[in-house]
């Protein structure tokens, strides 16, 4: 069973800085997406016996997701009978509510919840396990529902989906592949699309995408089994795409993509398991 634990000193941190986090996406790997986190008061060193334990919680399911905290909330996914549940604890540790979001995942291997929830706007999204794309207000009330991977026929890959969904400017984005789109963009407020880039003729992977910027300019990266490329993050416009295989020319045990890519001063850099060959590779913003 999933259990949270959460450290009262963090909880102290957030609400300090409540208005920096709600001008922002809050979800999988912090700001930006970077698995960088610039908080303060942080200990320099732990007790012999550990932090001491604050409070925990159990019942909420099981899952792989991450926990999403805001300054009057902490959000988490997990699995109930057949379904995907997103639950809502406050900071300290009374559940304030639960809701069902999708239907879990079919696959056999580790069919639990993967999607660490995404708050922006003032709404988390979710995805279940079976490909729907859910907004839930703070109260737990669910906004509007899309069914992606059934409406862009896309394929479940062959260890499940695991998305957590990216906001940009008030657009929701997701990654079905497939032959119909590799990429969409929903409207944040009622679930319509906003816009699909064509189609790759590629299956999905285990990547969630990330948003880079330079002088305005808005790209979304991602991976597919073949591809890293780029998305003009306004119109869905397909601005690039860099071919994996070509530094993989042997497939060795597998190229099942899952690490969110690295960006910094113009380059990309993604890596692989399985003994496979990693990629910098430096980027347009322009296409």
């Not at 009057?72 to 009374?94: E, H, M, S, W």
């Not at 944040?188 to 300019?217: H, I, R």
């Amino acid at each position: 069973m999933k259990r949270l634990l959460i450290r009262i000193t963090f909880s102290t941190i957030l609400v300090a800085t409540t208005g920096l986090i709600y001008a922002q996406e809050i979800g999988w790997r912090g700001p930006g997406r970077t698995g960088i986190y610039n908080e303060i008061g942080l200990l320099k060193t732990w007790p012999s016996s550990g932090p001491a334990l604050i409070w925990e919680a159990e019942g909420i399911g099981m899952g792989y997701s991450s926990a999403t905290v805001t300054p009057d909330a902490i959000y988490i996914t997990g699995i109930r009978g057949d379904k995907d549940v997103l639950t809502a604890f406050t900071q300290d540790g009374k559940k304030k509510w639960d809701v069902e979001y999708g239907t879990m995942s079919k696959v056999q291997s580790s069919p639990e919840s993967r999607c660490t929830p995404t708050f922006a706007g003032g709404k988390i999204f979710v995805v279940s396990g079976s490909g729907e794309l859910s907004a839930v207000s703070p109260a737990g009330k669910i906004l509007w529902t899309v069914d992606y991977y059934k409406n862009y026929g896309a394929v479940v890959p062959r260890f499940g989906i695991s998305e957590s969904p990216l906001v940009v400017d008030n657009k929701v984005i997701i990654t079905p592949g497939g032959n119909k789109a590799a990429m969409v963009a929903f409207n944040a407020d009622n679930g319509n699309v906003v816009w699909e880039t064509p189609s790759l003729n590629e299956g999905g992977q285990y990547v969630n995408p990330l948003l880079v910027e330079d002088k305005g300019q808005k790209v979304i990266v991602t991976l597919n089994p073949t591809y890293i490329f780029g998305v003009n993050a306004a119109s869905g416009k397909l601005l690039w795409k860099f071919n994996m295989r070509t530094v993989n020319a042997d497939p060795g045990r597998g190229t099942n993509f899952i690490h969110t890519p690295i960006y910094r001063d113009g380059y990309i850099f993604m890596a692989n398991g399985y003994g496979q060959t990693a990629a910098k590779i430096k980027i347009s913003f322009v296409g």
